[in-house]
């Protein structure tokens, strides 16, 4: 019997989408298939397990991903949830396991990994975590991944597995239920475009999770329904959008050389 897993994964610059594929590298004796949640839904009958992956946002998870699970049908499988974070996973891991639940999946385990921050709000008054994952960060980030080919087997084996009860700090719990996306709006500010150097690539059209973007000569943001993601600001190559709190600065495009090391596959 051949062990097949699928991870959902919801990535914007590609710490996520990296971290995954790193998991599925290292995973043992289980075929696994990285989907995009953006692509829509995947058919999931033929998988044994379901990873759900996406980055820590305010302490929680993505409204994008929220609203992806809810969309989804009752399924009743294993899964394991998966976070990466800058500063702070907050109660991501926690959220993303009580949505799956409620839509019929069974949480087996559950991980955050710290990665270099993409949020250019915390780079301003904090610091990017350049350097993460950390040495010990990665040895508990390979111990997760010897579990979860552990669990695997088990799974293939018919053997019981048993729930996973994520844990976390109650202020995590507390905090992750106060972002809202008018708070991530206010805090990013209104966006602009320098029409010197945008090169009407359309790239922010395509790239907004939210789909709040148009082009006419240059990029129309619909800021009533803007999530603050600052998806927008970090992918434009030419850095031409901008709001007056952040200009040229902390644009995180794509993951950095350090990471990249680190998660080698």
Known sequence: MIMKGAILYFSLTGNTKLACEYIISKIHDV??????MRDGYPNLDEYNIIGFATYADEYSIAEFVKEYIDGMESINKPAFVFSTYGKDNGAATKVLAEKITKKGFKVVLDHGLNTPENYPPVMKH?????????????????IFIDELSKICLKIRNREVVNEKKVLVKTKYIVLSKLGTALMMRKIMGAKKVDSTLCIQCKKCVNTCPYKVIK?????VFDEAKCHGC?????????????????????HYPKPNKAVIEKLKV
């Open 126 to 142: 904090d610091h990017g975590h350049i350097n993460n994952p950390t040495k010990q960060q990665m040895d508990e980030f390979n």
């Open 31 to 36: 075929e696994f298939d990285l989907m995009n």
């Open 230 to 250: 600052f998806a927008c600001y970090n992918l434009c190559p030419t850095k031409a959008i901008y709001t007056n709190g952040y200009n040229k600065f902390g």
């Open 215 to 219: 082009m006419n000569d240059f990029p």
